[in-house]
């Protein structure tokens, strides 16, 4: 095996998933509720969130699904909301959101780049939110690819977003390794021809990874050690 790039999925991979999201669901939801708890515990129910403990389940729409098909299940339950609406609203939402560092970015992504990795991000969130997350953290411009599930290349489990990190740089795939938290990226990953690395910083436990990965790791800070760096 030679890996010469790495493309990264963002929430539960880059970012440590329960940290970042779970009082965010909640804010979010009371707002849309305008500060009803009931009716915020209604639409926490439907996307698979839980008010009270603010936690996600583990076919929660929210941890890989795109910001479309979110609001496909919340407008069930707004219609006060347009659709486009909604998704400004959750896109505007998402981008201020404070993200956690599943490791410390800065560091690891610029060891990997001083070893002549090429780098990228797929995430099943907007473009918009991505970039901005990505930039809070000071990583952003240590990326040669970035997309979203609106950036034109569809969205997992699909291999589009994956297939043009690969023309981006110029590797094969199969010189490519996908990292992700969620059986979405692993899918991605394998219909894409990539080797595939599971790590556990989202909700999905080594089991739920281990058909799909060809190595789980407990974050991506062992990845330097997996590739023998």
Do not use: C
């Not at 909301?81 to 410390?104: C, D, H, K």
């Not at 560091?107 to 907007?126: E, S």
């Not at 080797?195 to 990874?209: I, K, S």
């Amino acid at each position: 095996m030679h890996i010469d790039a790495l493309l990264f999925d963002k929430d539960g991979t880059l970012f440590d998933f329960a940290a970042t999201w779970g009082a965010f669901g909640r804010e979010v939801l009371l707002r849309l509720s305008d500060g009803d708890r009931a009716r915020a515990s209604r639409l926490g129910h439907a996307i698979g969130f839980d008010l009270k403990t603010e936690t996600y389940t583990a076919d929660s729409i929210v941890i890989a699904g795109t910001v479309d098909e979110i609001v496909d299940v919340l407008a069930l339950h707004l219609p006060e909301w347009s659709r486009p609406n909604l998704i400004q609203f959750l896109n505007a939402e998402s981008a201020r959101a404070p993200q956690i560092e599943a490791v410390a970015l800065a560091a690891l992504l610029r060891d990997l780049k001083q070893m002549g990795k090429k780098l990228g991000v797929a995430t099943n969130d907007g473009e918009v939110p991505a970039r901005q997350h990505l930039k809070s953290a000071g990583v952003a411009d240590m990326f040669d690819f970035i997309a979203g599930y609106d950036s034109g290349h569809g969205y997992k489990p699909g291999p589009g977003q994956l297939l043009a990190f690969a023309d981006r740089v110029g590797i094969a795939p199969k010189r490519i390794a996908m990292v992700g938290d969620s059986l979405h990226d692993l899918q991605a990953g394998r219909a894409a021809g990539m080797t595939t690395v599971g790590v556990l910083t989202g909700l999905a436990t080594a089991r739920d990874l281990e058909p799909l990965a060809d190595v789980v790791l407990p974050d991506i800070g062992h990845i330097p050690d997996w590739l023998g760096i």
